[in-house]
């Protein structure tokens, strides 16, 4: 878990692609549809999806020991230098520039292993018609602006209560324009226990990807003077080129808020839900995977998630920005992945020298 922190770069969908070849491909601690039900379960609950996967992962190969100690060895490396960064930040008064190293080399192959991901997972995943049916329309609702939480949560709910499940196309349109409501905290100074209590309800309350982290702090933070709005887009440029979990931008902002104590406190609270679901409710899947209903629900949102992975190949694909070069580092990357087989890290390495170098030549 540590290996995949430290050179998890591109946001949840390439974490989960860097733990399926991992712990699937590699290692084979998991088969394909048990590493589908933990994606779907992780769907279904609140907090960063691909550290609870790692602390879940964590939990079945070496119990709770394993729990703390994939999840922290995953948090740490993007945490660490998120914090490095915020010292960076307010001594200088300025990020490093990499931004373009990013978008010229990192960009293009993220969306390639994200796509690697969807067929790989989708030939074990989508094996009847039905399936089809839930991950056209989750890839279809995610385009559209509906938050994950409310797809997955349609999907599982229409698959429990439909026989057979792809009758019930209209009953997922009810969740079309739903929306997590921020709630407002008062216009105080950010003391360690409120910036704490913030993060903390934010952790709680994140569905889906961790990019949402920043619309949850843009209504708790922006409106009360703690963060200026070039701040935040600092703090979500900070996430984007740091490798793990992108919520690791809370050690930034607590940094910016209240120093290193501020980081502390912000990163713990902000994952400090994710590990207490995942242990409460990681050892009753094994139940739940046994179980008719159960499994329908599970197979409906694996594949519901594969369509929400697409979504994120998509509009990570409209914003790169598409030329020879461009072009030229995708299909390289994926002549990698394809064809030579190479780990996704390793993808993801050439993809920041291919980077470094069209930025600098």
């Not at 406190?265 to 094994?286: K, S, Y």
Request: proline share 6%; charged share 10%; glycine share 12%.
């Amino acid at each position: 878990m540590l290996k995949v922190g430290s050179i998890s770069f591109g946001g949840p969908a390439a974490h989960i692609s860097l733990l399926q070849d991992e712990v699937v491909e590699r290692r084979q601690w998991l088969n394909a549809p048990h590493f589908l039900d933990l994606v779907a379960a992780t769907n279904l609950i609140p907090g960063p999806n691909a550290s609870e996967m790692a602390m879940y992962i964590g939990l079945i190969r070496a119990g709770w020991i394993g729990l703390v100690v994939g999840g922290l060895a995953f948090l740490l490396p993007g945490a660490a230098l998120s914090g490095l960064l915020a010292w960076v930040y307010l001594r200088y008064g300025a990020l490093p520039e990499i931004s373009r190293v990013f978008s010229m080399g990192i960009e293009p192959v993220v969306l390639v292993v994200v796509l690697a991901t969807v067929w790989r997972l989708g030939r074990t995943a989508l094996r009847t018609w039905d399936l089809w049916f839930w991950a056209g329309a989750a890839l279809i609702l995610s385009l559209l602006g509906v938050s994950p939480v409310w797809i997955f949560l349609g999907t599982a709910l229409v698959a429990l209560l439909s026989r057979p499940v792809y009758h019930g196309p209209e009953a997922l349109l009810v969740f079309l324009g739903a929306n997590l409501p921020a709630a407002p905290v008062a216009s105080v100074a950010p003391t360690l226990e409120r910036i704490g209590m913030v993060f903390l309800k934010t952790g709680a309350l994140l569905f889906g990807s961790g990019m949402v982290l920043f619309a949850f702090l843009e209504k708790e933070l922006v409106p009360l003077g703690w963060l200026s709005r070039s701040q935040l887009v600092d703090a979500i440029a900070v996430g984007q080129m740091t490798p793990g979990p992108v919520l690791s931008s809370a050690t930034f902002i607590g940094w910016l808020l209240a120093g290193p104590g501020g980081a502390v406190v912000a990163t713990v609270a902000i994952f400090l839900p994710a590990f207490v679901l995942i242990a409460v409710g990681g050892p009753r899947l094994p139940r739940l995977r046994t179980w008719l209903p159960a499994r329908q629900v599970l197979n409906a949102v694996a594949a519901a998630s594969l369509g929400v992975l697409l979504s994120v190949g998509v509009e990570i694909g409209r914003g790169v920005a598409w030329n020879v070069p461009s072009g030229l580092v995708a299909a390289a990357g994926l002549f990698f992945l394809t064809v030579l087989r190479v780990p996704a890290w390793c993808v993801f390495l050439f993809g920041i020298v291919a980077g470094a170098l069209r930025s600098f030549a």
